[in-house]
């Protein structure tokens, strides 16, 4: 070192970096004090490595404990809602891919200040109950965990470069990337007086153990003055770096250093070296047979990773096949792509089954017409007879002589005879089923239809003007159709955009009269899991009716009156309609939807 400068260097460890074995967290112990929560935690040593941040997002304050292991009754998750401070939840757990990390999750009722404080065998955190109980002072003074990362939110932390270990080739390799850091190097503390960067970088290098190549444009540098304690080594020698705009590379325990001016130097002329290879290195060419894929759709992807001005990619209609001449790692890529890109379309068989429940019930309690039987006191002969027709009047109610429920006949005046009925009790039940299944199978984001049409003729008539009668038969159809367009997603669900119509017609008494006609149609889109049944529609109807019918003033007379009404007829009808939909991929394998490692 040069005359004349003054260099005083104080290095101390504040946390040793290596330790034989991991320590253990003996309990964690929460107290209200005041108008401050305390979370202690216990040890069995006091080397402990500790770090905290907030995450102002969730309200949460994230502890991290390195090196430290701790039984399941230890880490058990507790409830502090109860109390009135900040506090509302505690809960510890392992750190993702590492079984000596711990990290402690403080849920707070309001985003306040904490702070870390360590006594023999155990670290405290304190929290404020309301904001404000800490004097700024103390909020800055009482960290004396290992890093201070502050107060920052949760994308931000997810960004933050941290050390994969705390080995100095980790270290180094960290120090070099870009974005914010998390510095975890043995902290050291340095008062230095125009001190060149040179010596300073020196200096790091040697009390943290690595090795260093300053470049001659380093060295050039202007003589700066440095005061930092009690700070890690690595946040030292990134500030020196960052003050002086230079750039550091590492290779292996070797760190060079360099200014930012011969680093863009150095970059271009990599850069050009690059180029002037490429254009020297020879081309080669190959032939890529394409089964599946669009091949005009390819060529134009793999167009982009050609090399400009000496790369060229062609196509053959006839074999259907993509001729590309490149450089020998341009084709490489292009064959990876290709592999990746030509695979068969997924095809999408996709079953339905519309089902049609319908359920009649009717109930029926009256009189029918039977056997006529009576006495006739002017003939004087009983048993069966017909009855003369004598000044007299008929009435029935019946709807047909097939189905005679009452019938009600008096052939004399204030005389009645053949006054003859059947009890006729009768309950039926019917129930029918319908199911039709229709299937189709696409490719994926192709349309798919199928049809099935049942045509029935009626004989219509037409009268002209002068009489003439004219007659033509008639159609009419029930259709039932099933259209549908797939699409798979990458994860192997499907897509499904779906029209279903089903038709029906009913029963015609005549030949010359029309069908009455049902149209039922359901239109949706939905997402289905592949092989997985789901219920896109239904319909459900009922109907409740009751006809009664009778001779006026008569039905109405008390006991006697049912003798003049039609039967009780109460009858109930349900329909429902349920449509289901199952979708299947079929060659999921040869389509890449399954993993074949």
């Not at 902290?187 to 001659?216: D, H, Q, R």
């Not at 001729?323 to 292009?334: G, N, P, R, S």
């Not at 429920?405 to 009768?426: A, C, E, V, Y």
């Not at 279903?500 to 010359?512: H, I, M, P, R």
């Amino acid at each position: 070192m040069k005359k004349g400068f003054f260099l005083s260097v104080l290095f101390y460890l504040i946390i040793p970096s290596t330790q034989v074995s991991a320590m253990e967290m003996k309990a964690i112990n929460f107290a209200q004090k005041g108008e401050v929560s305390e979370l202690e935690f216990i040890f069995d040593s006091n080397d402990v490595q500790a770090s905290k941040f907030q995450v102002k997002e969730d309200k949460q304050i994230i502890v991290d404990l390195g090196n430290i292991t701790a039984t399941d009754r230890v880490m058990r998750a507790f409830d502090t809602s109860e109390f009135s401070g900040g506090v509302v939840f505690v809960k510890a757990y392992k750190k993702p891919k590492s079984d000596k990390d711990i990290r402690v999750a403080i849920q707070l009722r309001d985003n306040v200040r904490s702070v870390l404080v360590r006594k023999p065998n155990r670290i405290i955190l304190q929290i404020e109950n309301r904001y404000g109980v800490f004097s700024q002072k103390k909020a800055e003074e009482g960290q004396t965990y290992k890093d201070k990362i502050g107060d920052i939110s949760k994308e931000e932390a997810s960004r933050l470069s941290i050390p994969k270990s705390d080995s100095i080739e980790d270290i180094l390799e960290n120090l070099t990337m870009s974005g914010r850091k998390k510095y975890i190097g043995k902290k050291i503390t340095m008062n230095l007086k125009t001190v060149k960067p040179e010596e300073i970088l020196k200096i790091i290098a040697e009390t943290s153990g690595f090795n260093i190549i300053i470049t001659e444009d380093v060295k050039k540098m202007a003589a700066i003055s440095l005061s930092l304690v009690d700070i890690p080594w690595d946040q030292a020698l990134d500030t020196v770096l960052d003050m002086n705009k230079l750039v550091a590379k590492k290779n292996g325990m070797i760190l060079v250093i360099t200014t930012l001016a011969n680093a863009i130097l150095e970059q271009e002329a990599v850069k050009k070296a690059k180029l002037s290879a490429v254009e020297q290195e020879p081309l080669l060419t190959k032939v890529f047979p394409i089964s599946f894929a669009n091949i005009e759709e390819l060529q134009k992807i793999v167009l982009e990773y050609s090399t400009e001005k000496r790369g060229k990619i062609s196509r053959d209609t006839r074999t259907n096949s993509l001729i590309v001449k490149d450089t020998a790692e341009v084709i490489e890529k292009i064959r990876k792509i290709v592999e990746l890109l030509d695979t068969q379309t997924p095809q999408v068989l996709i079953e339905s089954k519309i089902v049609e429940v319908s359920e009649r019930y009717t109930k029926e309690i009256g009189l029918d017409k039977g056997l006529q039987f009576g006495y006739d006191p002017f003939t004087k002969n009983s048993g069966p007879t017909a009855p003369r027709n004598v000044g007299a009047f008929s009435f029935s109610s019946a709807p047909s002589a097939t189905s005679n429920i009452l019938g009600l006949s008096i052939k004399r005046f204030n005389r009645l005879i053949n006054l003859d009925f059947t009890l006729n009790l009768m309950e039926s039940e019917e129930k029918a089923k319908i199911i039709s299944s229709p299937k189709v199978i696409t490719k994926n984001n192709v349309k798919a239809e199928i049809v099935q049409d049942e045509n029935f003729y009626y004989l219509e008539s037409n009268v002209a003007l002068d009489g003439t009668v004219t007659s033509k038969w008639v159609p009419q159809s029930a259709r039932l159709s099933l259209l549908v367009t797939p699409q798979v997603t990458n994860d192997g669900s499907i897509s499904l955009e779906v029209s279903v119509q089903k038709d029906s017609l009913g029963t015609s008494f005549a030949a010359s009269t029309p069908k009455p006609e049902t149209k039922r149609t359901v239109k949706t889109q939905v997402l289905v899991d592949n092989g997985a049944t789901v219920v896109v529609g239904g319909i459900y109807t009922y109907v409740n009716t009751e006809n009664h019918s009778g001779v006026p003033f008569l039905q109405d007379i008390p006991l006697v009156g049912w003798l003049f009404r039609t039967m009780y007829n109460p009858a109930t009808e349900k329909k429902e309609l349920i449509i289901f939909l199952t979708p299947r991929i079929i060659n999921q394998e040869e389509a890449g939807l399954v993993d074949r490692g």
